[in-house]
């Protein structure tokens, strides 16, 4: 699924990445838990989550994640917006829940990593 296909059926804000519309992602992935984060080595994950704070990005750094979505309507911090972008992420953010979110990009026909 490409990311702009994402952001349009969440209603989602491209806050970084921009340029990356038609990227394709492959699996969907929704944590709070940066520790399970970890545990992924799938190519072509988007991460799910409504943990904001720069651990997200480091996290998913570590992981080789380059998509995130900040669900919740979360708002990202400079701080973070400098390492994602130092990273080559792309950054979404929506106002719906994991639960929502996760619910729409099932149905919609991305993969679960498990």
């Known amino acids: ?5 994402i952001a ?5 804000t491209c ?4 340029e990356r519309r038609d990227e394709e992602v492959i699996y969907g992935f929704a944590s709070d838990l940066m520790s399970d984060v970890l545990t992924l080595t799938q190519e072509g994950i988007l991460l799910i989550t ?14 080789n994640i ?8 979360k708002q990202i911090t400079k701080d973070m917006l400098t390492l994602a972008e130092q990273e080559n992420m792309v950054l979404l953010q929506t106002r719906y829940s994991l639960f929502k ?3 729409i990009l099932y149905q919609a026909g991305l993969k ?3």
Do not use: H
């Open 112 to 114: 679960s990593v498990y």
């Open 8 to 12: 349009a059926l969440l209603d989602a």
């Open 50 to 63: 409504g943990l904001c704070n720069i651990q997200t990005i480091r996290t998913a750094e570590m992981a």
């Open 66 to 73: 380059q998509f995130i979505l900040f669900a919740r309507n």
């Open 15 to 18: 806050i970084l990445g921009e």
């Open 1 to 5: 699924m490409k990311i702009g296909e």
């Open 101 to 103: 979110t996760s619910g």
